[in-house]
């Protein structure tokens, strides 16, 4: 593969997108390429927007994503995957989780959430699927564990052997957390395929 | 993850201010200081975890600064790393250590933050090393980052200077692979050094030193010409692009066949090298964020150059940017949904700040602001705070509006302060409040940490970078100490407490301090051991909407046809309980399911 690879995973702050792109980079590595990561979050601590920008190949420059090059867009959330659009690639593959996180505007009664976004973004484009990372985490025994239930089925889209993506797993999660969450990733996996 | 120092001669994935730690490390540093602020605050973070080094959470960027040059100037490896507008805080020994040198290397890091991801200005600090006469490296990646630190110390030691690491914000939180290297053991001197004519800046010194450092400029000047860190790459010669820092990955992502003059010395700058740079090719862009720094000084050579009559001054660059070269840029790809609700920033549910900001917007007062989470105070809709200067400054600013309004502004005014911000640089101002004869009202919101960057440890709240047990501060044994007569420590969730003492201090002609103390909910070792949580009985809810005032996470607002209701999301509440107190029916209870 000559070409760079561009993926934007995209979500709000407390959902854990920080470290599932964290470990899609350090996998990246580990698979041999040249890897470049970056993120823009707002200010705040918990309920913000979290972009992170994961680009892997042979060699790369930019650590941000030219407008019009996302191959990949991985959404946390609903409502975050819309925002993003400008930067996708005209055949883009989506993943989108089902989870909804309403913003203070939506809570006041200001604004109303967008209604049918999978269908809006599956008129649009032939590639999207949804994954209901939520749920899985619950069967795996924890919720907590839903970021890394929605990796498992993000990385059903790279050709990287489960093996690797697991020792990566066990260098960024506490010891303690890491069957469960090796069983929530096994669970994530599994939906996709 | 930690890279840890038995991991050598392998690859890691670094951000920029790990990278950065790294090349300290590895550079043999003793002594790592620091203030924390965004973009620069992972950078001391990461320090602490290699063992052997001296690292300190400073009280404010000036005294890091003081305290690490005290080590250089010893004998040892230092490094201080502060936000760009910190260097503002610590101009003045800057321009002190650019005369008088160092003995061992001696590296200051700014952290730019151009796009205002979470500062208050985007000054350019590539400025201050010209203005300072300190030469300056800009690295493009994490790799640079920790190569361009060991170079930085190298050079301290061979030109006797401080050196200057510029990175930006996209830099430092960036990652990218960085191949780690061994250790440099460097002596430490066992004994101290006199050399008063080096180190004391009577003006009969001052004279002999300033020579060395305009000298010190030539040299620095003649090293620029030959060093690999400036680097033409000639390729395609129809164009030529003179950048530095992470633009020379934006221009290189986009025009991977122009030539590229990629400048790692940002000061003082090669200017042979430059002048046969653009002899060269047929068109020279300058390619740089911020100011026309380098554009200003290729122009003054007698190089015409196309720089900001392209490029924006204003914000961060992108590749997209970069795309202007060719034309062919287009700003408007609009492929977008448009008004999609924002996220925008919010105190957490439970925040001790909300019921004080609560309480003062409902006594109508003007808030003289400050640094730090209580600045989103001044969003819509809470919009109560009316002045956020810099660190500090709601103290003087609430002063300067005490003496020019007197009695007009007599009871309209507060200013509120965070803990950490106080101690940084609001101690003299009251102390100035006490001695001028001030009648300003301080709140000090005392959370128990520096809660924006990341909950880090201050003089105030016992414990240093390390975990170590430590003195903490007594705030109000301090105020009474400066000349405060008036101190009162209060718990922020006692809303009708707080709002009597407020409304008594500030009809007094005299200065007062109100110590609101409540820990961040986010603090690592002050979290409540009890788990409430409240809940809206809806029968009673009236629609009212005050408690929508408060802009709480957890707090809806459902519109049904029989009217609105106030909701709470049990999963967001934090159990604080004000919202219960602002409710005026009575509606809002504790829910014990």
Request: proline letters at 5%; aromatic letters at 8%.
């Given at each position: 593969?000559?070409?760079?690879?561009?993926?934007?995973?995209?979500?709000?702050?407390?959902?854990?997108?920080?470290?599932?792109?964290?470990?899609?980079?350090?996998?990246?590595?580990?698979?041999?390429?040249?890897?470049?990561?970056?993120?823009?979050?707002?200010?705040?601590?918990?309920?913000?927007?979290?972009?992170?920008?994961?680009?892997?190949?042979?060699?790369?420059?930019?650590?941000?994503?030219?407008?019009?090059?996302?191959?990949?867009?991985?959404?946390?959330?609903?409502?975050?995957?819309?925002?993003?659009?400008?930067?996708?690639?005209?055949?883009?593959?989506?993943?989108?989780?089902?989870?909804?996180?309403?913003?203070?505007?939506?809570?006041?009664?200001?604004?109303?959430?967008?209604?049918?976004?999978?269908?809006?973004?599956?008129?649009?484009?032939?590639?999207?699927?949804?994954?209901?990372?939520?749920?899985?985490?619950?069967?795996?025994?924890?919720?907590?564990?839903?970021?890394?239930?929605?990796?498992?089925?993000?990385?059903?889209?790279?050709?990287?052997?489960?093996?690797?993506?697991?020792?990566?797993?066990?260098?960024?999660?506490?010891?303690?957390?890491?069957?469960?969450?090796?069983?929530?990733?096994?669970?994530?996996?599994?939906?996709?395929? | 993850?930690?890279?840890?120092?038995?991991?050598?001669?392998?690859?890691?994935?670094?951000?920029?201010?790990?990278?950065?730690?790294?090349?300290?490390?590895?550079?043999?540093?003793?002594?790592?200081?620091?203030?924390?602020?965004?973009?620069?605050?992972?950078?001391?973070?990461?320090?602490?975890?290699?063992?052997?080094?001296?690292?300190?959470?400073?009280?404010?960027?000036?005294?890091?600064?003081?305290?690490?040059?005290?080590?250089?100037?010893?004998?040892?490896?230092?490094?201080?790393?502060?936000?760009?507008?910190?260097?503002?805080?610590?101009?003045?020994?800057?321009?002190?250590?650019?005369?008088?040198?160092?003995?061992?290397?001696?590296?200051?890091?700014?952290?730019?933050?151009?796009?205002?991801?979470?500062?208050?200005?985007?000054?350019?600090?590539?400025?201050?090393?010209?203005?300072?006469?300190?030469?300056?490296?800009?690295?493009?990646?994490?790799?640079?980052?920790?190569?361009?630190?060991?170079?930085?110390?190298?050079?301290?030691?061979?030109?006797?200077?401080?050196?200057?690491?510029?990175?930006?914000?996209?830099?430092?939180?960036?990652?990218?692979?960085?191949?780690?290297?061994?250790?440099?053991?460097?002596?430490?001197?066992?004994?101290?050094?006199?050399?008063?004519?080096?180190?004391?800046?009577?003006?009969?010194?001052?004279?002999?030193?300033?020579?060395?450092?305009?000298?010190?400029?030539?040299?620095?000047?003649?090293?620029?010409?030959?060093?690999?860190?400036?680097?033409?790459?000639?390729?395609?010669?129809?164009?030529?692009?003179?950048?530095?820092?992470?633009?020379?990955?934006?221009?290189?992502?986009?025009?991977?066949?122009?030539?590229?003059?990629?400048?790692?010395?940002?000061?003082?700058?090669?200017?042979?090298?430059?002048?046969?740079?653009?002899?060269?090719?047929?068109?020279?862009?300058?390619?740089?964020?911020?100011?026309?720094?380098?554009?200003?000084?290729?122009?003054?050579?007698?190089?015409?150059?196309?720089?900001?009559?392209?490029?924006?001054?204003?914000?961060?660059?992108?590749?997209?940017?970069?795309?202007?070269?060719?034309?062919?840029?287009?700003?408007?790809?609009?492929?977008?949904?448009?008004?999609?609700?924002?996220?925008?920033?919010?105190m957490c549910p439970g925040c001790p700040y909300r019921p004080v900001f609560y309480t003062l917007k409902k006594l109508g007062l003007f808030i003289a602001g400050d640094i730090g989470c209580y600045t989103l105070g001044a969003l819509a809709p809470l919009e109560a705070i009316d002045s956020t200067v810099c660190m500090g400054a709601s103290i003087g600013y609430g002063m300067g509006v005490d003496?020019?309004?007197?009695?007009?502004?007599?009871?309209?005014?507060?200013?509120?302060?965070?803990?950490?911000?106080?101690?940084?640089?609001?101690?003299?101002?009251?102390?100035?409040?006490?001695?001028?004869?001030?009648?300003?009202?301080?709140?000090?919101?005392?959370?128990?940490?520096?809660?924006?960057?990341?909950?880090?440890?201050?003089?105030?709240?016992?414990?240093?970078?390390?975990?170590?047990?430590?003195?903490?501060?007594?705030?109000?044994?301090?105020?009474?100490?400066?000349?405060?007569?008036?101190?009162?420590?209060?718990?922020?969730?006692?809303?009708?407490?707080?709002?009597?003492?407020?409304?008594?201090?500030?009809?007094?002609?005299?200065?007062?301090?109100?110590?609101?103390?409540?820990?961040?909910?986010?603090?690592?070792?002050?979290?409540?051991?009890?788990?409430?949580?409240?809940?809206?009985?809806?029968?009673m809810c009236n629609g009212c909407g005050e408690c929508q005032r408060l802009v709480c996470p957890a707090l809806e607002w459902r519109r049904s046809r029989a009217g609105n209701t106030a909701f709470i999301n049990r999963a967001m509440c934090y159990g604080c309980g004000v919202c219960m107190q602002v409710c005026k029916e009575g509606a809002i209870v504790e829910s014990n399911e």
């Amino acid at each position: 593969m000559n070409k760079v690879t561009n993926i934007l995973m995209v979500g709000v702050g407390g959902q854990g997108v920080i470290l599932a792109s964290e470990i899609v980079a350090e996998t990246m590595m580990l698979a041999g390429f040249d890897v470049k990561k970056s993120e823009v979050h707002g200010m705040a601590q918990r309920g913000g927007m979290v972009n992170s920008h994961i680009r892997f190949g042979p060699n790369v420059y930019s650590p941000v994503i030219k407008k019009a090059e996302a191959d990949y867009l991985f959404a946390f959330e609903m409502l975050e995957s819309l925002r993003f659009l400008d930067f996708l690639v005209k055949d883009p593959v989506i993943l989108l989780n089902k989870q909804q996180i309403l913003p203070p505007s939506v809570t006041s009664g200001e604004d109303e959430y967008p209604r049918d976004i999978c269908g809006l973004l599956s008129k649009r484009y032939h590639h999207v699927d949804v994954v209901d990372s939520l749920a899985i985490a619950k069967n795996a025994g924890n919720t907590k564990t839903s970021n890394i239930a929605f990796l498992g089925s993000v990385s059903t889209y790279f050709e990287i052997k489960e093996q690797l993506w697991e020792d990566t797993i066990a260098k960024f999660v506490p010891e303690s957390l890491l069957n469960i969450n090796l069983k929530a990733f096994s669970l994530g996996r599994k939906f996709l395929v | 993850m930690i890279i840890r120092q038995e991991n050598t001669n392998q690859k890691a994935l670094m951000s920029g201010n790990e990278a950065i730690a790294r090349g300290a490390y590895e550079a043999g540093v003793r002594v790592a200081t620091g203030y924390p602020g965004t973009p620069s605050t992972e950078i001391i973070e990461s320090l602490v975890e290699y063992d052997d080094i001296y690292v300190e959470w400073s009280a404010n960027e000036k005294v890091a600064f003081e305290v690490a040059y005290g080590a250089s100037a010893s004998g040892g490896r230092a490094i201080v790393a502060m936000k760009h507008v910190g260097v503002n805080v610590a101009a003045d020994p800057l321009f002190a250590a650019s005369y008088t040198g160092v003995r061992a290397g001696f590296v200051i890091v700014t952290a730019d933050d151009p796009e205002m991801h979470s500062s208050q200005n985007e000054q350019d600090n590539r400025n201050y090393a010209r203005f300072a006469k300190v030469p300056m490296l800009e690295p493009s990646d994490s790799q640079e980052a920790k190569d361009f630190v060991r170079l930085a110390f190298d050079m301290s030691e061979e030109f006797d200077t401080p050196v200057f690491l510029r990175t930006t914000t996209r830099l430092s939180h960036s990652k990218s692979v960085v191949n780690l290297s061994q250790v440099e053991s460097h002596h430490v001197p066992d004994r101290l050094f006199r050399e008063p004519e080096k180190y004391v800046l009577l003006p009969r010194y001052s004279r002999t030193r300033h020579p060395l450092v305009e000298d010190r400029i030539k040299r620095l000047a003649d090293f620029a010409e030959t060093s690999a860190i400036n680097r033409v790459e000639i390729n395609e010669r129809s164009a030529g692009i003179i950048c530095s820092g992470v633009c020379y990955n934006y221009a290189k992502e986009v025009f991977p066949d122009y030539s590229f003059l990629k400048l790692g010395m940002a000061y003082p700058l090669p200017r042979k090298k430059i002048m046969d740079f653009a002899e060269t090719v047929r068109k020279v862009y300058v390619f740089e964020e911020l100011d026309p720094f380098f554009e200003e000084q290729i122009r003054a050579m007698g190089i015409d150059v196309t720089g900001k009559e392209m490029f924006s001054m204003c914000g961060e660059f992108s590749p997209d940017i970069a795309e202007k070269i060719k034309g062919k840029f287009d700003n408007n790809v609009k492929n977008g949904m448009d008004s999609l609700p924002g996220r925008q920033p919010n105190m957490c549910p439970g925040c001790p700040y909300r019921p004080v900001f609560y309480t003062l917007k409902k006594l109508g007062l003007f808030i003289a602001g400050d640094i730090g989470c209580y600045t989103l105070g001044a969003l819509a809709p809470l919009e109560a705070i009316d002045s956020t200067v810099c660190m500090g400054a709601s103290i003087g600013y609430g002063m300067g509006v005490d003496k020019l309004l007197g009695r007009h502004a007599m009871g309209k005014a507060v200013s509120v302060i965070g803990d950490a911000t106080f101690l940084h640089s609001g101690i003299p101002g009251v102390l100035n409040m006490v001695y001028n004869k001030s009648a300003v009202t301080v709140v000090i919101l005392d959370n128990r940490t520096i809660a924006m960057t990341g909950r880090q440890d201050h003089p105030g709240t016992g414990f240093t970078i390390r975990g170590d047990n430590t003195h903490s501060v007594d705030y109000e044994a301090l105020c009474r100490s400066l000349g405060v007569n008036h101190v009162y420590t209060i718990d922020p969730f006692k809303m009708a407490e707080f709002e009597t003492v407020v409304k008594t201090e500030i009809q007094r002609p005299e200065p007062s301090v109100i110590i609101s103390r409540g820990p961040c909910v986010l603090h690592r070792r002050l979290q409540r051991a009890d788990k409430i949580s409240f809940m809206v009985k809806e029968h009673m809810c009236n629609g009212c909407g005050e408690c929508q005032r408060l802009v709480c996470p957890a707090l809806e607002w459902r519109r049904s046809r029989a009217g609105n209701t106030a909701f709470i999301n049990r999963a967001m509440c934090y159990g604080c309980g004000v919202c219960m107190q602002v409710c005026k029916e009575g509606a809002i209870v504790e829910s014990n399911e």
